[in-house]
């Protein structure tokens, strides 16, 4: 194989990887975002409240177990998300590595604008 087809390889093997990551990221928090859902958490809990016709002692205790299930999903996020973020970065900067400057100028764009949206998803949940 040529050296460009060996470095189009390269890039495309980074590409899936990352986007791997993202899923493997995304299937890990999904439970968490779920549980901090606007209006889904309160939803879901009168759901099951109605259809399994809780009463007060039991709505009272069940409301607790989610409410401190929830703050161990959130210090859980604390605690890992430096390590997800330290694998994004790594992820970026072998990219960044394989392409050329006007490329790479393009690319610290958008990972900006998806760190913009990261952040404003990130202030919505709390």
């Known amino acids: 194989m040529s050296a460009p087809g060996k470095t189009r390889l390269k ?3 980074v590409i899936v ?10 299937a890990s928090l999904d439970s968490v975002y779920r549980l901090r859902g606007r209006g889904g958490k309160a939803d879901g809990f009168e759901r099951m409240k109605r259809d399994l016709n809780l009463n007060e002692q039991q709505s009272t205790q069940i409301r607790a177990i ?21 694998i994004r970065q790594s992820a ?10 006007e490329q790479q100028q393009r690319f610290d764009a958008r990972m900006a604008e998806r760190d ?6 990130n202030r919505d949940d709390h």
């Open 11 to 13: 890039i495309w093997l």
């Open 66 to 86: 989610v409410d401190q299930t929830r703050n161990d999903y959130r210090s859980l996020r604390t605690e890992v998300r430096p390590r997800y973020d330290a």
């Open 17 to 26: 990887g990352v986007f791997a990551l993202g899923c493997v990221t995304g």
């Open 92 to 101: 970026r900067t072998r990219i960044r590595a394989l392409l050329d400057p």
């Open 116 to 121: 913009a949206r990261r952040e404003d998803d």
